[in-house]
């Protein structure tokens, strides 16, 4: 990025995005097309004819798809936008290479419209991120802020038939909410006005880098918003200039819960929220089960008062927010009583969030888990195992597919056969069912009145879809 035009020069340029359909693209895509860009495209799954829906919808909306062939780029002008991870012998990034056009990742582009905004509300964190920005963008959006809002997952309330993935806001330019990611160090572009650190917890860097990226961050941030009840997150603190502390058991939180107003619901809950800055106390109903999600409504409502937003209007504003896709997305149940959820959960503590959830409330638990690659589940697949096979009773069941497999040079020899085997070692019930459409078979014949049944898998759309047919089937 040593050449880099100004912003006003930048956003005068055409954008090429390789990977528009990617959960992080699509948004700064539309963003970019919202302000009056000229966005155009290209994506691998478009050309192999998988989520067709999704195409249709961007070429509604005006984006010029293109195949993944290097076609797309014809002038130096453009600016190509791609993941750190799309290699120099892509098509589209050798000619953009030839013609030398300016590359940004996807980090980098979004930082831009992040550090030029009037003021930048940033979510990091292990988990919980699209989330928080969800309802922090929601309750900006519901109090007349007009924010602008990047996330990595379809944002309910702000879907409408001309806009079926709306995974970003295009509002104005003095509010841009984001969530930022540590997985590839990328938070380090970021200069938050506010700055939300949600839990520090193992993922895909040590503990050690976790701890100097997220100091880093909280030291750019004018005012942090930090969760009490993450012994690692409080540990930071120091970082901080400004703070507004959040939580559900540590009393001192300056945004927190009245002790014993907790009330769970299986699809929603309840809680008397308390502002410690004065003392007032307001009465709060979502429609999100699981303490998690209580902790992330929390979080949202400490980063808007940090924001200027009173805790009353926040705490109002969340009784409307509809959760985000793929999140604890609740597809529906049967006339026999069979829930169907569609959910993102694809690491440990993200699936043993969506697992715990599930099982504060009666019903075996039919959990399917699709690993989004060989990689990851060689990285994770001994604590993935250990989650399923813990937090889950003897009478839930446990199946898993083979990963999925988006091509590349990659060692396939370890696959969901040994995390089925782990599962069973440490005491659960799982299976290696290795095809999908099988999975459905098995699902379908296993499922029996009051279960409640799972769909869990990250990058793949189509498990959507697969969820979808498979509630169809059973209702």
């Not at 069912?433 to 769909?455: F, H, K, N, Y």
């Amino acid at each position: 990025m040593s050449d880099m035009p100004t912003p006003d020069e930048l956003f005068a340029r055409p954008f090429f995005f390789c990977g528009i359909g990617g959960s992080g693209m699509l948004p700064l895509a539309q963003i970019l097309k919202g302000r009056g860009c000229t966005v155009e495209g290209s994506d691998r799954s478009h050309d192999q004819g998988r989520t067709p829906d999704k195409f249709a919808a961007l070429e509604q909306q005006g984006f010029t798809m293109h195949p993944q062939d290097g076609s797309g780029i014809v002038s130096v002008k453009q600016i190509l936008v791609a993941s750190a991870a799309v290699e120099d012998t892509v098509p589209d990034a050798k000619r953009a290479k030839e013609l030398e056009c300016l590359r940004l990742t996807r980090a980098e582009l979004n930082s831009i419209l992040f550090n030029t905004s009037g003021a930048g509300l940033a979510v990091a964190g292990t988990s919980g991120k699209s989330t928080v920005t969800g309802m922090l963008g929601w309750i900006l959006h519901a109090c007349g802020r007009e924010p602008t809002i990047m996330n990595g997952a379809v944002m309910k309330n702000f879907v409408s038939p001309e806009r079926p993935y709306a995974s970003a806001v295009v509002g104005g330019q003095s509010l841009y909410v984001s969530e930022v990611d540590e997985s590839d160090g990328s938070i380090a572009l970021y200069r938050p006005a506010v700055g939300v650190l949600l839990n520090v917890s193992l993922d895909h860097k040590s503990m050690e880098e976790l701890r100097q990226l997220f100091g880093d961050y909280l030291s750019r941030s004018r005012i942090s918003v930090i969760n009490a009840d993450d012994p690692e997150a409080l540990a930071l603190l120091p970082h901080a200039k400004e703070v507004v502390t959040f939580g559900i058991e540590q009393e001192k939180a300056q945004i927190g819960v009245v002790p014993g107003s907790v009330a769970e619901g299986p699809m929603r809950q309840a809680a008397l929220v308390v502002d410690r800055h004065d003392g007032s106390e307001h009465p709060l109903m979502f429609n999100l089960p699981g303490r998690h999600n209580l902790a992330n409504a929390l979080a949202a409502i400490a980063a808007a008062a940090a924001a200027g937003i009173p805790v009353a209007n926040a705490v109002a504003a969340l009784a409307g927010f509809e959760g985000l896709a793929r999140r604890f997305d609740i597809v529906g149940t049967s006339p026999s009583a069979i829930t169907v959820i569609d959910d993102f959960g694809h690491n440990p503590e993200k699936c043993a969030a969506t697992l715990r959830t599930l099982k504060a409330h009666p019903g075996r638990v039919l959990a399917f888990f699709q690993p989004h690659g060989y990689g990851p589940l060689r990285q994770m697949g001994e604590e993935l195992a250990q989650t399923f096979a813990h937090e889950l009773g003897d009478e839930d069941r446990v199946i898993l597919c083979d990963p999925v497999y988006f091509g590349g040079s990659v060692d396939r020899s370890e696959g969901s056969e040994r995390i089925v085997r782990l599962i069973e070692q440490a005491g659960g019930h799982a299976e290696h069912i290795p095809e999908r459409t099988a999975v459905g078979d098995r699902l379908a014949e296993l499922a029996q009145p009051g279960d409640r049944i799972v769909v869990m898998g990250a990058r793949d759309d189509t498990l959507s879809g697969f969820a979808r047919d498979l509630f169809d089937r059973l209702a």
